[in-house]
């Protein structure tokens, strides 16, 4: 089961939507991107046990960044993405 947290379009043809998925007993971060034609998945980091992206900027096209945290060793941190 996906879940998506946040989107945020710069155009049309150029819209960002972050979240997170369960993958058997970890959630991995989630980064879609519509453009224009179709969503398409796009690599995200996941560093631990519970990952998730809660919020995604864009600032221009080809500067989007990612916003969520990650649980390693029963520690939460925090993880920010730049892509795209």
């Known amino acids: ?3 998506l947290e946040e989107v945020r379009p710069v155009s049309a043809n150029d819209v960002w939507a972050v979240g997170g ?3 058997g007993a970890t959630n991995k971060t989630l980064i879609l991107h ?5 969503w398409v998945q ?3 980091p996941s560093l631990g046990t519970n990952d998730g992206l809660f919020g995604v900027d864009t ?3 080809g500067n989007v960044w990612a916003v969520g945290g990650y649980a390693l060793g029963g520690t939460s941190l925090t993880l920010a993405v730049h892509c795209c």
């Open 1 to 3: 089961m996906a879940v």
């Open 42 to 44: 796009v690599p995200s």
């Open 34 to 38: 519509w453009n224009g034609t179709s």
């Open 21 to 23: 998925y369960l993958r």
């Open 59 to 61: 600032t221009s096209p």
